[in-house]
C-alpha cells in the first residue's frame, strides 16, 4: 500500500486577524449563545479564583508573620461587550520571605556548648572539640575571663561560637545574677574583649512553719520547705539541738526565708532570714544579720551568737545513735560492763565526719581498738576524739588547722567495732564530759558598736517571725 503524505497546512495569520475573520463567518445568533456561555462560565471562575487565592493564603508559612501586610483586592470583571475582552484581575500573592536577608542578621559560626565533667580543663575541652587553644590562651590573658574560668565546676556549661575553631564568641553563667562573655574584637580577630553581664534578679520574702511527727525531714517537706532549707535550718540551730537525739514528736519549726525570682519564673531558694524550733518545750530563735562591715551570722533577737565554738554533733543529723554516754555500760564485744565516754554515731559506710570546732590536728593514726583516729586540740584545754574512721580526709593531716565543719574523716568500722559507726568524745582538761549536754562555749556576740543597727535591722524580721510562729500555735490550738 502507498504510504500516505499528510501535509500540515501552516497559516500565520495575526490574532486580529483571526478575530475579524471569525467574527465575520459567525452569524449573529451565535454570538449571542456564546455571550451567553461567557456569562455562565465568569462566575465559576471567579469562585475558583476566590479558592486559589484562600488556599495561597493557609499555605502561607508562620515566619511571614513580620512580613508587610497587603491587602486583599477583589477580584473584578470588565463589563463584556460584543469586541472586548474577558479581563480576570487577581489579588497579588504575598511575597516570600527574603532568605538572604534573614540569613544577614544571623550571626556567623557555628554554635558548640561544652559541659563541664569532673577533672575537665579548657584546654583538653578545646583540643577534643578542635577549637583554637591560641585563642583560649588570648582569652585567659584577660582578667575578668582568667578568674571567672580558672575553676570548673561539674555540671556546668560553656558556649562556643566558632568559625572553623577559631572563636567569635564565649559565655559562661557564673551564677543567678552574672554572665561572662568574651567577644573577638571587629577590628582585630585575635583580639578579645571580656564583660560580665547581670541580670536583676527579685527577691521575695515567704514563710513557713510545721510540726515534727515523725521526722523533720518529712514534716518540713509536707509544709513545703526544700531540702536545702531544711538543712541550712538544722545548721543554725546545730549547736544548741542534737538532731539524731533531741527531736521529738511535737516539736514545732517556723521560718522566714528569701525566693530568688528572675524574669517572672522562680529560681530558688535564699537565705533563711529568721527561725524558730521549739524543742521539748524550750524555744530556740535566730536572725540573721550582716553587719556594716560585711560580716553576717546568726544571732539571738538580743545580739547574742547561736554559734558556740563547737558542734553538738560532729555528724549530719540523719544517722542513729547506738550508743549513748554512759560509764557502766556493758561492752558488747568485751562482755563487762566498761565506761563509754563518748557517743556512737550509727551511720553508713563514707558518711562524712565533721570537725566539731576550730583546732589542731595533734594526732592521726590507728589507735588500738578505737581504729583510724583523729584527736583534735581546741582552745581552753578542750580536745575532741573521732574514731573508727574508714579513712581521714588527706587535708587533716598531723599539725594542721582545721575550721568547725570541715571534713576530716569518714565513717567506717576499724578498730573494734561491731559495725559502721562513729565514736565521738569530748574531754576537757583531759577528763570525758557528755558530748550532748556539756555547756558548749559561747562565740563572740553582736559586736557593741553595731548592737543599735543590729536591733533596728532585725526587728521587723522578729515581727514576721512571731506572726508565723503565733499562726502555728492557733492552728494546733484548733
Known amino acids: 500500500m502507498p504510504r500516505i503524505k499528510r501535509r500540515i497546512k501552516q497559516d500565520y495569520k495575526s490574532l486580529g486577524q483571526l478575530r475579524n475573520a471569525s467574527a465575520r463567518k459567525t452569524p449573529p445568533s451565535s454570538r449571542r449563545g456564546r455571550w451567553f456561555l461567557v456569562g455562565a462560565l465568569v462566575p465559576l471562575t471567579v469562585a475558583a479564583a476566590a479558592i486559589w487565592q484562600s488556599q495561597t493564603n493557609i499555605e502561607q508559612p508562620q515566619t511571614l508573620q513580620t512580613a508587610t501586610v497587603i491587602p486583599t483586592i477583589p477580584a473584578t470583571i470588565a463589563p463584556a461587550t460584543e469586541d472586548a475582552h474577558i479581563v480576570l484581575s487577581l489579588p497579588a500573592p504575598l511575597p516570600a520571605p527574603d532568605i538572604a536577608a534573614q540569613n544577614d542578621h544571623m550571626p556567623p559560626g557555628e554554635q558548640l556548648t561544652l559541659e563541664i565533667r569532673s577533672g575537665d580543663t579548657l584546654d583538653e575541652l578545646f583540643q577534643d572539640n578542635k577549637l583554637s587553644r591560641a585563642d583560649l590562651a588570648r582569652i585567659l590573658k584577660l582578667p575578668d575571663a582568667r578568674s571567672a574560668l580558672t575553676v570548673l565546676i561539674p555540671g556546668d556549661t560553656v558556649q562556643i561560637r566558632h568559625q572553623d575553631g577559631r572563636v567569635l564568641e564565649l559565655a559562661r553563667k557564673l551564677d543567678t545574677v552574672k554572665t561572662l562573655t568574651v567577644s573577638a574584637t571587629d577590628d582585630a580577630p585575635q583580639k578579645f574583649a571580656a564583660r560580665i553581664i547581670e541580670r536583676p534578679v527579685e527577691i521575695r520574702t515567704q514563710h513557713a512553719n510545721g510540726t515534727i511527727d515523725s521526722s523533720l525531714f518529712l514534716s518540713a517537706q509536707e509544709a513545703g520547705i526544700s531540702d536545702t532549707l531544711i538543712m541550712n535550718l538544722a545548721g543554725i540551730f546545730a549547736w544548741d539541738v542534737d538532731f539524731v537525739l533531741d527531736i521529738r514528736r511535737g516539736d514545732t519549726f517556723a521560718l522566714v526565708y528569701e525566693e530568688i525570682w528572675q524574669d517572672g519564673h522562680f529560681l530558688k531558694n ?41 558542734l553538738r554533733a560532729p555528724i549530719a543529723f540523719t544517722p542513729r545513735v547506738t550508743s549513748r554516754f554512759n560509764p557502766k555500760r556493758y561492752h558488747p564485744v568485751h562482755k563487762k560492763v566498761r565506761p563509754h565516754r563518748g557517743v556512737d554515731y550509727g551511720a553508713p559506710r563514707g558518711t562524712p565526719i565533721k570537725a566539731a570546732g576550730d583546732g589542731k590536728v595533734i594526732f592521726r593514726g590507728r589507735k588500738n581498738g578505737y581504729g583510724n583516729t583523729i584527736i583534735l586540740q581546741h582552745g581552753g584545754n578542750i580536745t575532741t576524739l573521732y574514731a573508727h574512721m574508714s579513712k581521714f580526709n588527706s587535708k587533716a593531716r598531723n599539725g594542721r588547722r582545721v575550721k568547725q565543719g570541715q571534713i576530716v574523716g569518714y565513717v567506717g568500722s576499724t578498730g573494734t567495732a561491731t559495725g559502721n559507726h562513729l565514736h565521738y568524745e569530748y574531754r576537757l582538761n583531759g577528763v570525758h564530759r557528755n558530748p550532748r549536754t556539756v555547756k558548749l562555749p559561747q562565740a563572740k556576740p553582736v559586736p557593741t558598736k553595731y548592737k543599735d543597727d543590729f536591733l533596728a535591722s532585725t526587728r521587723p524580721l522578729i515581727n514576721h517571725l512571731e506572726v508565723v510562729s503565733k499562726t502555728q500555735r492557733l492552728a494546733r490550738a484548733d
Not at 521549739?278 to 533577737?301: E, I, L
Open 270 to 310: 535564699g537565705e533563711i532570714l529568721a527561725a524558730e524550733f521549739q524543742n521539748n518545750g524550750t524555744t530556740f530563735r535566730a536572725v540573721r544579720y550582716a553587719d556594716p562591715d560585711g560580716k553576717t551570722g546568726y544571732f539571738t533577737p538580743d545580739g547574742l551568737n547561736v554559734k558556740k565554738a563547737f
